[in-house]
């Protein structure tokens, strides 16, 4: 998370941290009792399930909360690593989560119900860098996880906008979604993660993007990339039906 500031997951509490033999790779969602949301590019096949676990609970990626191991990593058959099209994976875990203070899910968002309006307070949250990379000018305290979760509030940029700065690059599809503010964006370590909004009115954040990918971090001229969430509804509850759960 670059140009944000410091939270805990009592704010976040449907964050977790993905991690790959013991270290920390991404972010990702709780959105069931036995199920979590992340991007497909956090698995590079062939892969292990016994590799991964996440970490539930806890402010810190490092320690503290619950360290669960996982009983499937389903990622999306149509996930393109070139495009970046279709990044999304679910996880099922062996355990099941006891809902806490600390410990919820988010709500998928729709795309009818809840539309991305200029009122939607959109939020991104992560261990990831505080900056992008770089070769030796970078700030080294910024290189590298954060051990703190972060959160940045960001804009909703529309599909066309974004389809022109990245004209150059890569398409950007109906499955992905855009969002930038000046110095502030996901990036590195932030995979996964969830982008949430809250409406003016109120109620519960709900989930409407998956940190997924852009070129660089907080570059001006690129915003953030996430993959849309309502795109998916209907793969992750078929998904989720297919492991016994049986509705909201
Ligand atoms: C990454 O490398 C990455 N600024 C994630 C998010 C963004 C850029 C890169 C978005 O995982």
Known sequence: I???EVTTIEEFPYQVSVQFKGQHICGGSIIGEHFLLTAAHCFEEPYSTEDYAVRVASSEHGS????????????????????????VALLILHARLNFTENLQPVPLATDSDSPITANT????????????????DGDAEKVGVSAQLRFVEVDLVETPQCRQAYRQVLPITSRMLCAARPGQDSCQGDSGGPLVGLQPEGGPAKLYGIVSWGLGCANPNYPGVYTRVSAFRNWIYAHMGAWGWNGL
């Open 2 to 4: 670059v140009g944000g």
């Open 64 to 87: 503290g909360g619950h360290l669960l191991s996982l009983r499937r990593i389903i990622t999306h058959g149509g996930y393109n690593p070139q495009s970046h099209d279709n990044d």
């Open 121 to 136: 307070r959109l939020r991104v949250s992560g261990w990831g860098f505080q900056a992008e990379e770089t070769a030796d």
